[in-house]
């Protein structure tokens, strides 16, 4: 069995997933606004938007004179104005709501088995910490996603001044945690960004994949989460 204190997790994709895609969220808003934009056009355009822009300003233009609330409302703009939406007011009115949305549970939901593996996970005795890369609006989704509570600190890469994969992110979580990195694991489901960016530093770190999703050559079937459900089990394991 892994002597693990730490536990630190990803949250898109890994606790918390969009209730429905991006583009049909920002279709439905546009409607709202009297404009009828495709929800495929719009996920095509925000991929490409949200791609430059971050970039151009990487981390949510941290040290580049914006703020991530600023950030995000230029990527919704962009992202209807690559979808043909010209209009200034009504790109400001639908990019500040769609802001606001994607700060509650309206938008977001846990992944099935993420509450009750970390409360289990807390019932082992682990601290518990968050590092993600997202933006200060993370306390707030995870309170309202009634998550919060589980976690001893919520690491975002706008908190911290660097984004995963760079060490320094894990570095401060271990910090916050009170812990040797070989005392805490990751978990996550990105290959670069959460796995192997957390061994990087001497952490353990398990690969979140469910069935049909690629296989990383690199990854030890003992690391890979077909399910949240599997962790403690591959713990104890170990």
Known sequence: M?????????VKDT??????????SYAAEARAHGVRVQPEALSRSFREAYGAHGRRFP??????????????VDVVKQTFRLSGVQDESV???????????????????PLPGASETLSQCRRRGFRMGVVSNFDNRLESILCQCELRHHF????????A???KPDARIFEQALRLGGVLPRQAAHVGDDYSRDYRAARAVGMHSFLLRAAGQGEEPEVPPEHVLPTLSHLLPLIEKE
């Open 2 to 10: 892994l002597r693990l204190r730490l536990l630190t997790w990803d």
């Open 15 to 24: 606790l918390l997933r969009l209730r429905q895609p991006l583009g049909h």
């Open 152 to 159: 001893d600190f919520v690491l975002t890469s706008e908190a």
């Open 91 to 109: 790109l400001t009115a639908m990019a500040e709501k769609l802001y606001r949305d994607y700060c509650s549970a309206r938008n977001w939901e």
């Open 161 to 163: 001044g660097c984004a």
């Open 59 to 72: 981390n949510y233009g941290q040290g580049q004179g914006l703020s991530s609330r600023q950030w995000w």
